[in-house]
């Protein structure tokens, strides 16, 4: 993901010390085909990250002034062209501290959300992926991001608590 202004102009203060940030995740779920007919296997909206190569579900930074919910519509849009709606919040936890090749560092504060498509081809959208596309939630492609599997079977359980982790 781009680092946002308002971090590099943050960084500028405090170098490269460790930064507590607001992160959505938007698991795309969709269970419904082109025909309205149910899916025998839900579809995930993937992509694949231009940095290091891994699939995963839409993710990024929440902007100053904007609510979790607002972020995970934003993202998806942003990196996949689709429009998605938030149905609930699946998890929340800690990404883990994330060191980044020039040094600085940071720690993921991620609220995901189960979210259902509403309209729109997928698309790579951004500079962020090289591949967008819907997956069966059975197959994932490889190599993938760890944490975003947890999230995954999280926004699955369609109707459970929220789970939280650290």
Avoid at 76 to 91: D, L, N, Y
């Amino acid at each position: 993901m781009p680092t946002p202004e308002y971090i590099k102009d943050l960084r500028k203060d405090i170098g490269h010390k460790e930064l507590l940030l607001p992160a959505v995740t938007a698991v795309v779920i969709r269970r419904m085909g082109s025909d309205s007919v149910q899916l025998p296997v839900p579809e995930v909206l993937l992509v694949k990250r231009a940095d290091n190569g891994h699939w995963g579900v839409t993710s990024g930074i929440m902007e100053p002034g904007e609510g979790p919910a607002s972020a995970a519509i934003r993202e998806v849009k942003e990196e996949a062209g689709i429009v998605a709606r938030p149905v609930r919040v699946a998890s929340v936890s800690d990404h883990g501290l994330v060191v980044y090749p020039n040094g600085d560092r940071c720690r993921f504060t991620d609220i995901c959300f189960e979210m259902e498509y509403v309209s729109g081809a997928a698309h790579v959208a951004d500079d962020e992926s090289t591949h967008v596309g819907w997956f069966s939630a059975e197959e994932l492609p490889e190599p993938f991001t760890a944490q975003h599997r947890r999230r995954i079977h999280a926004a699955l359980d369609s109707g459970a608590p929220a789970s939280f982790n650290s």
